[in-house]
């Protein structure tokens, strides 16, 4: 089950609030949450080192010593921007046979607690990055496969909740992690039928291929982000309109677009 909510669109940030530029250009910029707004890294490596930790503790606990080979932040990073799967980290970890289960098992269960939750940082430049869309008339959508009242609540106490139209997501704690790209286009199909919007008038940007793929199959301009979950060599092979580093530079990109547009 998905849902959805609108969010006021009257905010300081905004320079005015949206009636300054009423939809001026009369563009639908689609955006993901975790990877081009939050930063998911911390959380995530904390989540393999405590998954590694209590695998090894369990183990101990009956008289058998694993022999791990800890990857360190820059390591694990990495090999997530190259999707590889926990089984295979888990493996270049010293970890072989049942033990991979049991690790990959802990940090399906963890990853989501609050306790690791917290780790969760805005990436830079967003606040700047969304307040200058806003600006400009167009309207911003959050599309997530995060649950929905979780990536609202984070949203609000940034106090960037009312730059969006809407906010997309999904009613689970498991889809983020797991980057299901069908969720996501089935989430993108239905904001786009709620807020009637056409794909010529729309750009969806992303750090995974969940993203690009909803986009392409919707026949949407997507943008990809390589300041998430994914690497450029990576999302090269999907073929995205467009790469750039981050949500900051995505925007200054598509203003250009809009610059040349209008002249």
């Known amino acids: 089950m998905q849902g959805s909510t609108s969010a006021n669109s009257n905010d300081p940030l905004s320079r005015g609030?949206?009636?300054?530029?009423?939809?001026?250009?009369?563009?639908?910029?689609?955006?993901?949450?975790?990877?081009?707004?939050?930063?998911?890294?911390?959380?995530?490596?904390?989540?393999?080192q405590l998954g590694l930790a209590e695998t090894e503790a369990s183990y101990k606990d009956q008289g058998i010593c694993l022999h791990l080979q800890r990857l360190t932040q820059e390591q694990f990073w990495q090999m997530k921007q190259?999707?590889?799967?926990?089984?295979?980290?888990?493996?270049?970890?010293?970890?072989q046979g049942q033990e991979?289960?049991?690790?990959v098992q802990r940090v399906s269960q963890i990853v989501n607690q609050p306790n690791l939750l917290h780790k969760d940082r805005l990436q830079p430049g967003?606040?700047?990055?969304?307040?200058?869309?806003?600006?400009?008339?167009?309207?911003?959508v959050l599309v997530t496969l995060r649950r929905q009242t979780?990536?609202?609540?984070?949203?609000?106490?940034?106090?960037?909740?009312?730059?969006?139209?809407?906010?997309?997501g999904t009613e689970d704690d498991h889809s983020a992690y797991h980057?299901?790209?069908?969720?996501?286009?089935?989430?993108?199909?239905?904001?786009?039928?709620?807020?009637?919007?056409?794909?010529?008038?729309?750009?969806?940007?992303?750090?995974?291929?969940?993203?690009?793929?909803?986009?392409?199959a919707l026949e949407i301009p997507t943008i990809a982000l390589t300041c998430g979950l994914r690497?450029?060599?990576?999302?090269?092979?999907?073929?995205?309109?467009?790469?750039?580093?981050?949500?900051?530079?995505?925007?200054?990109?598509?203003?250009?677009c809009t610059q040349a547009i209008a002249v």
């Not at 930063?39 to 490596?45: G, I, K, T």
């Not at 190259?82 to 970890?95: C, K, Q, T």
């Not at 967003?126 to 911003?140: D, I, P, T, Y």
Request: aromatic share 12%; charged share 15%.
């Open 17 to 48: 609030g949206s009636d300054a530029f009423p939809f001026a250009s009369g563009m639908t910029v689609f955006c993901d949450f975790d990877g081009p707004i939050i930063d998911v890294s911390e959380r995530y490596y904390s989540t393999y």
């Open 82 to 95: 190259a999707r590889l799967p926990d089984i295979e980290i888990a493996m270049r970890s010293g970890l």
């Open 100 to 103: 991979v289960d049991v690790f």
């Open 126 to 140: 967003v606040q700047w990055a969304l307040a200058l869309l806003h600006s400009r008339g167009m309207r911003l």
């Open 150 to 168: 979780q990536a609202t609540q984070i949203l609000e106490n940034y106090g960037l909740a009312n730059l969006f139209t809407c906010i997309q």
């Open 179 to 216: 980057n299901y790209s069908d969720v996501k286009k089935q989430l993108l199909a239905e904001v786009m039928a709620q807020q009637n919007v056409l794909p010529a008038s729309a750009w969806m940007i992303g750090d995974t291929e969940a993203d690009i793929l909803a986009g392409q």
């Open 231 to 256: 690497s450029r060599f990576y999302l090269q092979q999907f073929q995205p309109t467009r790469i750039t580093s981050d949500l900051l530079s995505a925007v200054h990109y598509l203003l250009g």
